[in-house]
Structures are given as structure tokens and as C-alpha cells.
């Protein structure tokens, strides 16, 4: 499968700068991205790092100062007003607040999009009485939000947003407002949306949670700046920038404030991860070492995990230990004292 | 003055004023509810930003809300007689009524829209949805419990200064107080239209509070 042919959603030199004063933000440098038709893309940053920004240049709710935006092949930016509206109708938006009509019942919320894009009234509401089916909340048609949960608004929104039918769904941090249980249900459900019905789906979020359940690729956004693109389990096995690192293994916070000659960082790369790689390593090179910290993760079906280890002074201990790793073909990087920058 | 003739003396004067405010909270909100929607929709952060528009009408609108309402209805006489042909009665009264109470209006019905959620607003944008869907379609519909709230409380006001207006002859209960109890100090008369006054606010209060109640449909916790 060639996906490169497959472009749904490319940004170009994109930035956006809010004329604020005293001084203008900036709040997104020189982004380009590409986004397959059919994956689910995530764009992972801390606040503040111009996510919610760049998702809403994706459909122009933001308008960006430069750069432009292609939604299959067609230039948004060069658009006349009417047909940026008609457009929207293929790219649904859910939201972390949900931003459900107050006034409105579920039923009705699904409806206002088609109402908009004036389908007849019979055709709406089999049209929404199918999505309340599909998020699976047919029994509560006549439910205002305030009616409902949390998980269930969202439902509501995401049947809302798929209502006429778009190619790409963009997530707001969709699930931030949820509790953890909640959040697995509503990331299944989006999951399910792009197996099923073929949707792309656009996310951005602060937890890394969220992107290794469901998300095929993923951008780290961090100061405005897009620092890495790529597959999810090459950001995890091989993270390149500090806030990646920062983003998939929190410990690594820990190194700043400890000082000593050198750690590692192994990965476990879905393979070696049950065997007890660890202590076969104390006892094979005679040497004690220090944990850090330790995590391990379960991605796309496999186990992988991050552990960081603390060497001992001792030059050749070092240096068995890490032929030793290179012996059984596990992956380490050294970890440099101070270098979180 | 027989019982008869008091009944119909004060009936008279509660017709009036019922319809001095009536009318007049309807037509306040004929001139008010668009000007109250251009304000929102000119707003810095509103639909179609326009900085001119918005300053110069709100400097009409807070220019005649700081006159104090029996001293406009003085100073609008003339305009009082070239529209209705007199300056007195209630007819004549609805004319200061409704330019004192329209500015008043649009201020409310544009702080009523200025509350509704910027994200569901946005929400609407993101489906695809004009401005002028926006406004119809979203604001004025999720707004509708406070626009409700708010056109009991004008109309309450309006009520309030159609009493005023009977110190210039401008009918109602309020110039029978004027009348009875202040020319005449006849102060049973005048409790009597206090007492009626008092109580048409009272359910004029309570209406709207209970349709705003079976109209908003968010529910709160119990």
C-alpha cells in the first residue's frame, strides 16, 4: 500500500501569528505535515504548543497568517466563503468540552448539521436516529446534554460530527475532560469509526495514553514547531527530540536532578521484554546497576518498554555491560547528564 | 366617590397600563432585538467584527439610557405629538416608552447573546454553518432562557415607567396616583393603584419566570 498517493490533508509552510499586544504570539512556525487518507494521525504536544491552533487551521476555523492547507488537493485558503462552509460538511470536529447544543435534545443536536446542509426532515432524522445506533445511544433520542454523562455527550457530539458523513474527523482533545475508563470507551468508538466507515481521524492531545491506544502516526508539536513525525512505535522505540522523550518516558524528568557518569536507556522492542534481560545482565558482566525508573507500555498488541539505568564508575563494567546489551541485540541509547533541552 | 365608580376608575387605569406597556415592550423589542444583535454581531469577538458600527451605536444607545426617563419624555414632546397628534394619554406615552425602553432592550438582548458558549459557537462554524445561521440557528435559539428573563425584566421597567409618565397626564394607574394621592392627597386611591401595581408586577414576574422554566431545557441537578 503506497500511502504517499494518498494524501488527504497536507499543510504547507503553515504559520499563525495572533496580533496581540504589547507583543504578537506566534503561535505556529513554519508547520508542513502530511496526513494519509484512512490512519488515524495524532499530533502530541504540551499546552501551549499550538495544537489546538494547528487543528483548527485544518479546516480554517483559524485562519492561518501564511502557508496553506490542502484538503484532497484543493487549496482551502483560495476558497470563496460558500464553499469553505460547504466543505466543512466533510470534515466533523469534536471538541474536550463537547460543545453540545444546550437547547437542543440529542436527536436534534445529530440533525442541525443536515439541517444546514438542508436534507429534507425525514431523511435527517433516520440519518440521526442511525448515528444514535452506531455511538450507541438509541434509547436516548429525547435526551437534552444536560441529560447526559460526560462519555455520553461526547457520543452525541461524535454522532453529530459524523452526520453528514465527512471524510476526516478532527478530535479537540476529545477525551481530556473524560475520566480513564470513559476515555477508553469514547477511543474505542473512534477506532471503531476509521475500521468501519473509513474515516480519517485527526487528534490532538497532551497524553501520550491516547496516542499509543489508538494512533497510527503522530507529530510532536513543541513551541509552535512540528520536531517529529512518524510512526508511534518509532517514537517510542526512538524518540529524537527531548520533548518526545520527555512525552514517552516521564522518568527521564528524574536524570536532570542526579548527577553520576552515564545511564542507558533500553527499549524493549516487543521481543525481549519477558525475558528478565536485567538481571541476566548483572550476573553475566558482574556488575550492579541502578534503576531509574522503568516503564512499559502495550502498543498495538505488543509489549514495549523503557527502562533507565544508572552505570556503575567502574570503565570496564561499562563497557561488558554494554557489550552485553549489544550481544543480545538490545537497543540502548546513552543518556547524557543535563541534556533535556 | 361610590364603589362603583372607584372599581371603574382603577379597571380603567390597570387597562391602561396594561396597554401603555404592552404595547410598548412589544414595540421596544421590535427596534431592540435587532439593535441588540447588530451589537453582538459587530462585537470585537462577534460574527462580523465592525469597530465603527458598534462604537457609534453603542454611544446612541448608552446616550439615551443616561437620560432619566421622565426628563426624555419631556424633551421628546414634540417628536410625541408629530407622530401620535397629542402628548397626552396613554397612547402619546407609549411613543417616550419605547424610546427610553428600546436602547434598554438591545443592551439586554445583546448581553443574553454574549453568554452563549464561544465553543458551541465555534461547533456551529465547524459544520459548515453561515453567520447569519449562527446568529438564528444557534445563538438566538441556546440564548432563549436569558432572552427570556430579560424580556420579563423589561417589561417590568416599561411597566415601571409607564407609572412615571402620569406625573405629564400619561394615563394609567400611575397618573390616577398622581391625581388622587399627590393633587388631591387622597392616599387611599393612591395605595389602592400601588396595590395593583404591585401585584401586576408580581405576576408579570412570575409568568415569565415560569415560562422561562418550561421553556430551557437544561436541566439542573437535583
Known sequence: MNKQDNIILKVENLSKVFAIKPEPIEALTDINLEIYAGEIFGIIGLSGAGKSTLIRCLNLLEKPTSGRVFFKGRDLSSLPKSELLELRQSMGMIFQSFNLFQQRSAIENICYPLEIAKVPREQRLARARELLELVGLPDRETATPSELSGGQQQRVAIARALATSPSVLLCDEATSALDPSTTDSILALLKQINRDLGVTIVLITHEMSVVERICDRVAVIDRSRIVEVGSVTDLFVHPQSAIARQLVFPGGELVERLTGDAALRIVFDGESSFEPVLANMVLACQAPVNILSADSKNIEGRAYGQMLIQLPDDPAAQRRIREYLNSRKITFTEEIWNDNA | ?222
Open chain 2, 1 to 222: 366617590m361610590t364603589t362603583l365608580e372607584l372599581l371603574q376608575l382603577l379597571g380603567q387605569g390597570l387597562l391602561e397600563t396594561l396597554y401603555m406597556t404592552l404595547i410598548s415592550t412589544f414595540l421596544s423589542y421590535l427596534i431592540g432585538l435587532p439593535l441588540g444583535m447588530i451589537l453582538t454581531v459587530t462585537d470585537k469577538k462577534g460574527l462580523r467584527p465592525n469597530r465603527a458600527i458598534n462604537l457609534a451605536l453603542g454611544f446612541v444607545i448608552n446616550m439615551l439610557r443616561s437620560v432619566p426617563f421622565l426628563i426624555l419624555a419631556v424633551a421628546i414632546i414634540p417628536f410625541t405629538r408629530w407622530i401620535v397628534g397629542t402628548s397626552i394619554g396613554s397612547t402619546a406615552t407609549i411613543v417616550p416608552l419605547v424610546v427610553a425602553a428600546a436602547p434598554y432592550v438591545a443592551r439586554m438582548i445583546e448581553s443574553s447573546l454574549r453568554e452563549v458558549d464561544a465553543g458551541v459557537i465555534e461547533a456551529a462554524r465547524s459544520m459548515g454553518s453561515s453567520d447569519r445561521q449562527v446568529l438564528f440557528k444557534v445563538m438566538v435559539p441556546e440564548a432563549k432562557p436569558s432572552l427570556l428573563v430579560g424580556a420579563t425584566i423589561a417589561t417590568t421597567t416599561i411597566l415601571g415607567y409607564s407609572a412615571m409618565a402620569g406625573f405629564m397626564a400619561g394615563g394609567g394607574l400611575g397618573t390616577i396616583a398622581i391625581n388622587y394621592g399627590y393633587h388631591r392627597y387622597n392616599t387611599e386611591i393612591m395605595l389602592y393603584t400601588v396595590a395593583l401595581l404591585i401585584i401586576v408586577v408580581q405576576v408579570m414576574q412570575e409568568a415569565g419566570l415560569h415560562l422561562t422554566r418550561r421553556l430551557d431545557r437544561r436541566r439542573r441537578a437535583e
